[in-house]
T-cell receptor
Framework: AQSVTQPDIHITVSEGASLELRCNYSYGATPYLFWYVQSPGQGLQLLLKYFSGDTLVQGIKGFEAEFKRSQSSFNLRKPSVHWSDAAEYFCAVGPREYGNKLVFGAGTILRVKS | DTGVSQDPRHKITKRGQNVTFRCDPISEHNRLYWYRQTLGQGPEFLTYFQNEAQLEKSRLLSDRFSAERPKGSFSTLEIQRTEQGDSAMYLC?????????????FGPGTRLTVT
């Protein structure tokens, strides 16, 4: 069965500190991989995606993620967190067939201490 | 490009009533998706359309749920005889055609509360 695991329900970091959010997936083949961010009461905004090629991908707002096939992981990182990054972050996977459904993790809530 | 829009943003209804939500995708996006998100969980897939054709429905989509995309543009999601367990955020997303990529762009959601 397809599944996405985000082991950390909550993470608290100090403003200016580095951040890593973990994501592991179980899938029949290498899927497409995504990170989305959701602010309270809002929809989801796409941060970045991995389809193929370079396993380190850059996204918006200074985020990056690294795909590790051997570990079935796609961890999200940011070198210096800003207070405005406080939100909920979702990892998602989708099949390589065009435009099919996404499977999401349960999310990680990021709190930023000033 | 104004993004995906959803209406209403919030809906409070009594158990047993019918509700209908609307989603307007990004123009010229062929694929339209509906997801449901409950508190503390990630979105769960409900159904999707390629133009006006409904291609897949999740087992989560009981007989009380119906979705349409009559002209391949906007879509509606109707829930009949609502139950308290239907309380959730209903998210709509759209994605471009083959040349445009596989990512899905989400609307702000409709939060349904069944009392």
């Amino acid at each position: 069965a397809q599944s996405v695991t985000q082991p950390d329900i909550h993470i608290t970091v100090s403003e200016g500190a580095s951040l890593e959010l973990r994501c592991n997936y179980s899938y029949g083949a290498t899927p497409y991989l995504f990170w989305y961010v959701q602010s309270p009461g809002q929809g989801l905004q796409l941060l970045l995606k991995y389809f193929s090629g370079d396993t380190l991908v850059q996204g918006i707002k200074g985020f990056e993620a690294e795909f590790k096939r051997s570990q079935s992981s796609f961890n999200l990182r940011k070198p210096s967190v800003h207070w405005s990054d406080a939100a909920e972050y979702f990892c998602a996977v989708g099949p390589r067939e065009y435009g099919n459904k996404l499977v999401f993790g349960a999310g990680t809530i990021l709190r930023v201490k000033s | 490009d104004t993004g995906v829009s959803q209406d209403p943003r919030h809906k409070i209804t009594k158990r047993g009533q019918n509700v209908t939500f609307r989603c307007d995708p990004i123009s010229e996006h062929n694929r339209l998706y509906w997801y449901r998100q409950t508190l503390g969980q990630g979105p769960e897939f409900l159904t999707y359309f390629q133009n006006e054709a409904q291609l897949e429905k999740s087992r989560l989509l009981s007989d009380r749920f119906s979705a349409e995309r009559p002209k391949g543009s906007f879509s509606t999601l109707e829930i009949q005889r609502t139950e308290q367990g239907d309380s959730a955020m209903y998210l709509c997303a759209s994605s471009p055609g083959l040349a445009g990529g596989h990512e899905q762009y989400f609307g702000p959601g409709t939060r349904l509360t069944v009392t």
